[in-house]
């Protein structure tokens, strides 16, 4: 599906899973390399920036963890002019299609909110993508806290399994956006030669943007670390208290079922059986027993 928006002079055609027939049209257009345009049909597997006489290509990936999307990253790839951007994507990347919305409104009012240069605009489109990660972040920093919650709330079993998805969902962020960093060094090295010395600026805020986004991720993954360190801990703590209470338990029940099987045995010279109240001098010998074993632990400090 292909969109257009045109404004002062500047043209973006933004791309949803495009046919051949449109990237051919694209080629048309806008003269794009036929090695460009073949990268443009099909997803790629790594991010990378190339630098071409008319216009830069990138190929970045975001996360998308909080929506129901084919998969957990998607791929954007830019084909950047001097008047012109190319943004191509094979799902609804729900930051895009919002800034569509402000761009064909600006485009319109002529509100000058946005610059005539599509390098200005690449820098936007990439903020906002950014934006959307940090919303990714906030997502999984709310689970922690929730998590915290449940943890301190007596709920460390259930607790396991929640944490073991935080984890995923923080490895697989990191996984997504740390290849950003060579591609943002490379846009703050050579973009700036391409659309001038006052571009350099904006590329050294989308590096700024993406070092937000990173140091978020791995602060909450060494939250998720001490988090799972105290749920791993009270879990042990609950558990060694449910063997205590058991040891117990046997401590005081084998040597009570013992005495009662000695005293109980059908033996001949047996000195209580067959005596008037013979059950109650037992029941009262094996009571008695108890009691001290009782005593015994609570002066042990066992109980």
Known sequence: ??????????????LESPTRQEIADIVEQ???????????????????????PKYMFVILHFPALRHSHKTIEQEVDFVVGHDFMISVHYDTVDPL????????????LDKGEIDNRAGYLFFLV???????????????RQHLRDIEG???AGKEVRMVSEISQCARDLLNLRQTIEPHRDILHTLETE??????????PYMRSLSNEYYKVHNHVMRNTESLHELRETNNSLL????????????????????????????GMDAKYNPILGQANDF??????IISFALFMFWYFKHKKWL
């Open 30 to 52: 806008f003269n794009v390399h036929a090695i460009v345009a073949e990268e443009l049909l099909l997803p790629s597997r790594k991010p990378r920036v190339e630098m071409y």
């Open 236 to 263: 042990t703590t609950k558990q060694n208290e449910a063997m205590r209470m058991l040891t117990i338990m046997a401590l005081f029940t084998f040597p009570l079922a013992l005495i009662a099987a000695i005293l």
């Open 126 to 140: 990439l903020k906002k993508l950014y934006k959307a990660v940090e919303h990714e972040v906030d997502y999984v």
């Open 97 to 108: 299609h919002k800034f569509s919305k402000v761009f064909e409104v600006s485009s319109v």
């Open 191 to 200: 973009a700036f030669k391409f659309f001038g010395d006052d571009f350099l």
């Open 150 to 152: 449940y943890t301190f």
């Open 280 to 285: 109650w001098i037992i029941l009262g010998i």
């Open 1 to 14: 599906m292909r969109s257009e928006y045109k404004h002062n002079g500047m043209t973006w055609v933004d």
